[in-house]
Structure formats: structure tokens, C-alpha cells
């Protein structure tokens, strides 16, 4: 006879938005997601007429009835522990060993009794189902994710003794928060309130994470209520490996599980892992298994891969029908510096690849080319503006890393344009590419948007003076005998009654952008009836 404890967290039902994972369990089950989310005991059914679990299967997940006093209520994690199979047996629910073994487990567990070949295959097979369920895509990021990061601006400056205002620290990310929410940013989708390195501590005798005592005195799960109490989430930074690539402590394979937890302890909202001092045995093992740990605490938390950039980017290292099924968002390149030579670099390199880019992008799982630089030092403002809209044709993840406080009103500007954020927003989620490169040194970007509405980007790589670009519609590939209103996305001026045929000139200044909105209003072609 085989026993199998179940060990499950009582936790709240998953709030984000559903993702494949039910979708796949009502397959499993013969129901079609359009059928009602009627209950189904999913080990009744796997299991025949053996002991069950109850399980109901909603649109939201795994929900578990407390029929039995050691049953967990509800199960967004399954996964094996050695426990005394007497233990959860009906007739000693209310014996001195069962309480002792709740009050030393702190969680809720369940014997499943496995008296038969036949249904120890079931049950491998299930918990098999399951497992793959929890790395499933978890129904975040279905658009591409905005807010601040730390990491570009403020780098590992540790030094609070000689620089308070601007050390990685409680206060910084603090003073951050109230800007977003005081000063528009948040209204307009800039939410996450992300930590990058340098901010732990240590572990503590059990092994978990510390924050530095110092610089973070109230604690992690402090700074992230005090986010969310301005309607902000917060997002922090680990390693998969050994150390951090600035030295500090990293997940290794045996801590994924328990940082997972203690991340979601701590109410935080989205993690980066990032691959320093690793091997590429232990990303291709630790990426998805961070990925299944994430889910498994039934807390909502978006996931940032760093594992492509460390494989080259590009397949057949990187298989990037695995990472949209675990990740969020990748990085897929170097990281990007403070300066336009470092932006053209990360744009050559996504349209050198963009057969390969483009289709993979998509809700839920974003390419991210790396953090916005406006607002800092090494961009003009023509750059700074041709930064904002090349990012938003490629439904790049909007990661300001600049100091907020400071902040002048013309990059504000940039940041906080409106139409720019409702294209790089929009709800079909399909990455826009290059689609004309002339020998003037001027590329023309599109993105298709809803409503078959585009978005055109004109960017000249000139450095000499502003270029008159003469082009139509109809050579970038628009359909014929179409009349296009739209507006131009930085002066607001509006473009009416374009027709697909009809030439017409932009002004492109050096290094610069022109970027156009666009969206048809009738067609011209004549009824054959």
C-alpha cells in the first residue's frame, strides 16, 4: 500500500484575471470554457470509485470544500511531504498526534490512500497534470506592464551615510511612490514600484531573505503596503543563482520555493529574476520552477525572466513557447546604458530579429528591451521622444528609470502622452516592425492596433538636419482606395481625409521621430451589385 500526503496553504482564490490553466483543466474535464462553471470532483473522476479529494473546478481554479477537518479549502499547489498516513484518518481528526501535527505543520494536509496499482498511475498521472498546471500562464500582464524601476537611475548606491536622498533605501522608493501617485503617473498606468539589486540583507536562521536592516528598517511587506495603499504594486529583484550580479544573496535551486513563499508573504506584486553566476543547467531548471513556485502560493505575481539574455536571445537556446507559458516579460539583450548608442543598439539588434520577436510577443508575455531612459542624462530630446515611441511600437513593458522628484516638465511630457500610452496599451497586444528602411536613413515602424486602427513611427537616423520623407500609405503597405483620419501622437495636430494613394511629406528632425495615429474611416471601393 503507497501513501500520499497532499500538503496544501489555505490561501484566498486567485483574483487575477483567469489565464490557460483553467481553461486547460475544464479540457481535461470535457467542458468548453463558454459551459457554466458548474462543480466538478476532478478525482472522482480520475480515480473512479476510490477515495476522493473534492475538488470544484471554477473559472478561477482550484477550489477545495472542507469536508474533512485535515482537508485543505483551498489548493492552488500540490506537492509531496512525508507525513504519518494515520494522521489525517476520520477517526482521529480530534487526537492529541493530529493536533500536534497541524500546529507543527501550520498547514492543512490530507492522506491519499493509494491501494492499488491501478490507481497509483491514476494518481501520478494526476498530480503529473497538476504539476503542469501550476507553471501554466498565470493570467497576468495582458498588457504591457508600466511603472518605475530603480536600477538605471540609481544603480547599488548603498552609501546612506553621504547620500540619503538617493541610496537604495526605504525612503527612495518611498519618495517614489508618492510621486507616482501625486504627480498623475499612476492614473495613466504607471503602477509598479519595482526594487532592483542591492537590496537584501542576508538570510535569517530559517533561510529566508532578509532586507538590509539598515536602508529597509520597517521590511519589504511594509514598503509594499504602503504601495498598494496609494493603488501602486511593488516589484522586486532576484538571481537565479549563487549571488546577485552585484554580490548578495541568490536563489539557488534548493531556495526557490521558499523565496516564492516569502515573496508572497510579503504581498509583493512582481519579481525579476535576473541570471547572474548561474550555469545553463540551473536557468533551464530554476526559470520554470520559480514559475511553478510563483503560482503555487496563490498569490497574483508577475514574473520577469532574465533567462534569454543569458542564452543569447535567440532560438534554438531560447525556446520562447516555453518562456510565454512561464514568464511575463523577458529580456532578451544587454542591458541597456545611458546613452543613444545604447538605445540604437537594442533597436538594431529587435529588428535584425524581428521574424523571430515579433510573433512572441503577446498578452500575458512581452519581449522588454530594457528600461526608458528618458528624464536622465545621455539622451537629447529628440531621442528621448524617438526612445518613447520605438518602445511603444514594440509593445515594450513603459519602465521609467529616472528620478521623479526632479523630473523636468518637457520629459514629463514625453512620459505622460496620453495617445502614446493607449497604443502601447492596446488591448490586442500585437508588437508592432519595421516595415521600410530607405537609403536616406530614414525607417518607417507599424503596429496594428484594434478597431484596425495602426500606428507609424518615422524615424531618420540622420545626424546632419531635418528630412523631408515623402511617402504614401499605399507604398507602407496599407490597403488601396481607403480614406484614414488619425493625429500626430507628439503635436496633437490632426491628419483627415488621407487617402492610401495620396503622397504625402514629414518633416523628421536628426535622431528624431514623427509618429502618426491612424484609422480608416470609409472605403472608396465601388459595389459590383
Same mark, same amino acid.
Given at each position: 500500500m503507497f501513501f =500520499?500526503? !497532499?500538503?496544501?496553504?489555505?490561501?484566498p482564490p486567485h483574483p487575477a484575471e483567469p489565464g490557460r490553466a483553467s481553461h486547460w483543466i475544464r479540457r481535461f474535464l470535457g467542458r468548453t470554457p463558454t459551459e457554466p462553471a458548474k462543480p466538478f470532483k476532478l478525482l472522482n473522476q480520475v480515480l473512479g470509485s476510490s477515495p476522493s479529494l473534492p475538488l470544484e473546478i471554477s473559472r478561477d481554479g482550484f477550489y477545495h470544500k472542507p469536508v474533512r477537518v485535515c482537508s485543505p479549502l483551498v489548493i492552488p499547489r500540490l506537492y509531496l511531504e512525508s507525513v504519518h498516513p494515520k494522521a489525517c484518518r476520520e477517526d482521529l481528526q480530534e487526537s492529541t498526534q493530529h493536533k500536534k501535527l497541524i500546529r507543527e505543520q501550520r498547514r492543512f494536509s490530507w492522506v491519499l490512500i493509494i491501494d492499488s496499482k491501478a490507481m497509483l498511475q491514476k494518481t501520478v498521472l494526476l498530480l503529473a497534470l497538476v504539476a503542469q498546471v501550476?507553471?501554466?500562464?498565470?493570467?497576468?500582464?495582458?498588457?504591457?506592464?508600466?511603472?518605475?524601476?530603480a536600477w538605471e537611475r540609481f544603480r547599488c548606491n548603498i552609501n546612506c551615510d553621504q547620500d540619503p536622498k538617493n541610496c537604495i533605501s526605504e525612503r527612495l522608493?518611498?519618495?517614489?511612490?508618492?510621486r507616482l501617485a501625486q504627480d498623475g503617473w499612476r492614473d495613466l498606468g504607471y503602477v509598479y514600484l519595482n526594487i532592483d539589486d542591492c537590496w !537584501?540583507?542576508?538570510?535569517?536562521?530559517?533561510?529566508?531573505?532578509?532586507p538590509d536592516p539598515n536602508r529597509f528598517p520597517h521590511g519589504i511587506a511594509f514598503l509594499a503596503d504602503y504601495a498598494h495603499s496609494l493603488g501602486l504594486k511593488l516589484g522586486i529583484y532576484e538571481d537565479m543563482g549563487k549571488m546577485t550580479c552585484m554580490g548578495y544573496p541568490g536563489t539557488t535551486l534548493d531556495k526557490v520555493?521558499?523565496?516564492?513563499?516569502? =515573496?508572497?508573504?510579503?504581498?509583493v506584486d512582481m519579481l525579476k529574476l535576473d541570471g547572474c553566476f548561474s550555469t545553463d543547467k540551473e536557468r533551464a531548471e530554476g526559470y520554470p520552477k520559480m514559475a511553478?513556485?510563483?503560482?503555487?502560493?496563490?498569490?497574483? !505575481?508577475? =514574473?520577469?525572466?532574465?533567462?534569454?539574455a543569458y542564452e543569447g536571445g535567440l532560438p534554438p537556446k531560447v525556446n520562447y513557447t516555453l518562456l510565454a507559458n512561464i514568464c511575463n516579460l523577458w529580456r532578451n539583450y544587454d542591458d541597456i546604458q545611458d546613452s543613444w548608442k545604447s538605445v540604437l543598439s537594442i533597436v538594431d539588434w529587435f529588428v535584425k530579429h524581428q521574424d523571430i520577436l515579433q510573433p512572441v510577443a503577446?498578452?500575458?508575455?512581452?519581449n522588454d528591451p530594457d528600461m526608458l531612459l528618458i528624464g536622465n542624462f545621455g539622451l537629447s530630446f529628440e531621442e528621448s521622444k524617438a526612445q518613447m515611441a520605438l518602445w511603444t511600437i514594440l509593445a515594450a513593458p513603459l519602465f521609467m528609470s529616472t528620478d521623479l522628484r526632479t523630473i523636468s516638465p518637457q520629459n514629463i511630457d514625453i512620459l505622460q502622452n496620453p495617445l502614446m500610452i493607449k497604443i502601447n496599451q492596446d488591448r490586442l497586444g500585437i508588437a508592432g516592425r519595421r516595415i521600410f528602411k530607405s537609403k536616406s536613413q530614414i525607417e518607417v515602424f507599424k503596429r496594428r492596433l484594434s478597431n484596425e486602427a495602426s500606428a507609424l513611427v518615422f524615424f531618420s537616423r540622420r545626424t546632419d538636419m531635418p528630412y523631408h520623407f515623402h511617402s504614401s500609405l499605399l507604398e507602407l503597405k496599407f490597403p488601396r482606395s481607403r480614406v484614414y483620419e488619425g493625429q500626430n501622437v507628439f503635436t496633437g495636430d490632426v491628419i483627415s481625409g488621407l487617402k492610401s494613394e495620396t503622397n504625402f511629406t514629414v518633416i523628421i528632425n536628426p535622431s528624431g521621430v514623427v509618429?502618426?495615429?491612424?484609422?480608416?474611416?470609409?472605403?472608396?471601393?465601388?459595389?459590383?451589385?
Open positions: =500520499f500526503p !497532499i500538503i496544501a496553504q489555505p490561501v501550476l507553471m501554466l500562464e498565470n493570467g497576468l500582464l495582458r498588457t504591457p506592464p508600466m511603472g518605475w524601476l522608493f518611498m519618495e517614489m511612490a508618492d !537584501i540583507g542576508g538570510r535569517d536562521a530559517r533561510g529566508r531573505l532578509m520555493e521558499l523565496d516564492a513563499e516569502t =515573496f508572497a508573504e510579503w504581498k511553478a513556485a510563483l503560482n503555487a502560493t496563490g498569490r497574483p !505575481i508577475a =514574473f520577469s525572466c532574465s533567462w534569454p503577446g498578452p500575458g508575455h512581452w509618429m502618426w495615429y491612424l484609422y480608416p474611416i470609409k472605403s472608396l471601393r465601388l459595389s459590383t451589385h
